[in-house]
């Protein structure tokens, strides 16, 4: 595989970002104030423009580089083991789906959110030992739902609204 | 240094609609899955308890693994426990709604009597209805 720079420059920029947008949504306030970690996943958005544009080792890059850093710079050490669970596991869906080009982004952005918070509550589960936190599925999975809804729709409008000059090379 | 692959998604991803008839169907098979799910979810928990309540008074709390028949204070209801569920068998209510409602067993489930003012809640082990039981 020959790497151009133009690509990995584009990866650079949505890896910042997916970044950025992660380190807002950790600053504004938790949607329901029970559950703090339930938050949108707008980066998501970036890893899944990647997908489209770069090709699989690029958005998997940049949903590593994500889960590492939002990790790092907005949260505890601890959620970078769940990030980065639930965030490569959903890239690698996301990426599975939008080569098979049959689905469109709001409903690959579903699939790939309940995968991603399916995957963190198997994570919670093998770090606590217990089954306990599968009582939380049910929350997780719909607003998972919910918010890959929201955000393959902002894909859909981005990869619609941006000229394709800036992406395609 | 085009690579193919990206073009083609690209070029799908541009055009394509919002919402195609695979998601229609994908969409059918999620929601036909979470009904499933729910439905064990939602599983009706088996009542425990079962507590009277007159006038918004609580005046009679059984457990309904006793069979008894017993007069709820201040009516002329007959509230009747048995098989771990309850029912009220006789009143002097003109409707008689609340002997139609029947046997109720399920945790949260409910017997109003609105001319005299009763109210029988059945509820569980963790009941978030009447509180904790000992």
């Given at each position: 595989m020959k790497i151009s720079s133009k690509k990995v420059a584009l990866t650079a920029l949505?890896?910042?970002?997916?970044?950025?947008?992660?380190?807002?949504?950790?600053?504004?306030?938790?949607?329901?104030?029970?559950?703090?970690?339930?938050?949108?996943?707008?980066?998501?958005v970036a890893v899944g423009f990647a997908a489209i544009a770069l090709g699989c080792p690029y958005a998997v890059l940049t949903a590593l580089l994500k889960g590492a850093l939002v990790g790092l710079i907005a949260?505890?050490?601890?959620?970078?083991?769940?990030?980065?669970?639930?965030?490569?596991?959903?890239?690698?869906?996301?990426?599975?789906?939008?080569?098979?080009?049959?689905?469109?982004?709001?409903?690959?952005?579903?699939?790939?959110?309940?995968?991603?918070?399916?995957?963190q509550l198997f994570v919670a589960a093998a770090m606590t030992s217990t089954a306990e936190v599968f009582t939380l599925a049910p929350v997780f999975l719909v607003f998972g739902a919910v918010a890959g809804f929201g955000t393959g729709t902002v894909q859909f409008l981005v990869i619609r609204a941006l000229p394709e000059r800036f992406f395609s090379f | 240094m085009r690579s193919l692959r990206s073009e083609k998604n690209i070029r799908h991803y541009k055009s394509a609609p919002y919402l195609g008839i695979w998601d229609f169907y994908v969409l059918l098979l999620i929601i036909f899955l979470s009904t499933i799910a729910l439905k064990y979810y939602l599983a009706p928990e088996e009542g425990k308890f079962c507590t009277v309540y007159v006038a918004g008074e609580e005046v009679l709390e059984l457990p309904l693994s006793v069979d008894t028949k017993t007069e709820i204070p201040g009516t002329h209801a007959l509230l009747t426990i048995s098989g771990g569920g309850a029912s009220i068998t006789e009143n002097d209510c003109p409707n008689k709604i609340c002997i139609k409602t029947g046997f109720v067993s399920d945790a949260g489930g409910v017997i109003v009597c609105a001319p005299n003012k009763i109210v029988v809640r059945i509820s569980g082990e963790k009941s978030y209805v009447t509180g904790v039981h000992g």
């Open positions: 949505l890896t910042a970002t997916a970044i950025l947008l992660g380190v807002v949504e950790s600053l504004i306030p938790p949607i329901f104030p029970a559950l703090p970690f339930l938050r949108l996943g707008l980066g998501n949260g505890n050490p601890m959620m970078i083991i769940y990030s980065l669970a639930g965030g490569v596991t959903s890239a690698i869906v996301t990426i599975l789906l939008i080569n098979l080009r049959k689905l469109s982004l709001p409903v690959i952005g579903v699939l790939s959110a309940c995968v991603h918070n399916l995957m | -």
